[in-house]
């Protein structure tokens, strides 16, 4: 089974932006629809968004709506996850998966917004 591997995080303050970077090892991935979902402190996974295996449908929670997008290389298996306007309560853990549970996420990567 294909591993994902998150990269990107970091420590931003408010009002800032990031680029999350999600890496697979399989074959598979230019066929596989793929979701971020997170985890902020003391709570349980979150989803975020999801993608198409081709990129063209996308959605988000409300909580990013206008504020991330997702898109996916499938000629480096990457997907990505560009974060702007970002808020104190984004503070968590971001993870990439297939499916809105975070099916074979990685460890993630810690983003913490604060000033």
């Known amino acids: 089974q294909a591993r994902f591997v998150e990269s990107g995080g970091g420590l931003v303050q408010p009002g800032g932006s990031l680029r999350l970077s999600c890496t697979s090892s399989g074959s598979a991935f230019a066929y596989t629809p793929m979701n971020w979902v997170r985890q902020a402190p003391g709570k349980g996974l979150e989803w975020i968004s999801f993608?198409?295996?081709?990129?063209?449908?996308?959605n988000y929670a409300d909580s990013v709506r206008g504020r991330f997008t997702v898109s996916r290389d499938n000629s480096k298996n990457t997907l990505f996850l560009e974060m702007n306007s970002l808020k104190p309560e984004d503070t968590a853990v971001y993870y990439c998966g297939i499916d809105r549970q975070g099916t074979r996420r990685g460890r993630g990567t810690q983003v913490t917004v604060s000033s």
């Open positions: 993608i198409s295996n081709n990129g063209a449908w996308t």
